[in-house]
């Protein structure tokens, strides 16, 4: 028998074999008001003529009652979000109206639940409800704009 002796898991030993996803450093950039920071890219997908990429996102947590004043979505590709705690978290999504978002509905996830949000959908910013608000996220990464944002004339407050 021979033996094998494990080893660190670091980016550069792991390399020949694919990518290492962790939240090392400081955010690449922060999103979602300022409140989330997003490890951008952390992995390179083939998936022939187009690319996908999985991010991290460590958002901060939010309390109820929440004030939602935005929504955002995607219209080059749908956005996953997996959270890397048992956590629950609050989801927000609202029907397209004529390119405008209609009224929103609220959804608490169940421990170990992530979503998929189909592409154009609109849909709140990440609201984690537990620390760390940690979330691995596979979306569209390429040129171009992906993003449209609606802020409401008047928020609304989500409760239970």
Known sequence: MTAIRIEPLTAEAFAPFGDVLD???EPDRLINQGLCGRWHDLATLDFGDGRAGISLFR????VLPYL??????????SQAFLPMTEH??????????GG????????????GQGV???????HGVLTPLHAPGLFAVVDRIGAGANLEEHWFETPYTVSD
Do not use: I, Q
């Open 116 to 122: 998929n949000y189909h592409r154009g959908t609109w």
């Open 23 to 25: 939240c090392t450093g």
């Open 88 to 97: 629950p978290f609050l989801v927000v999504v609202a029907p397209d109206e």
């Open 59 to 62: 958002s901060e947590v939010r």
């Open 68 to 77: 939602l004043e935005m929504v955002e979505r995607h219209p080059d590709g």
């Open 100 to 111: 405008r978002p209609g009224r929103p509905r609220a959804f608490r996830t169940e421990p």
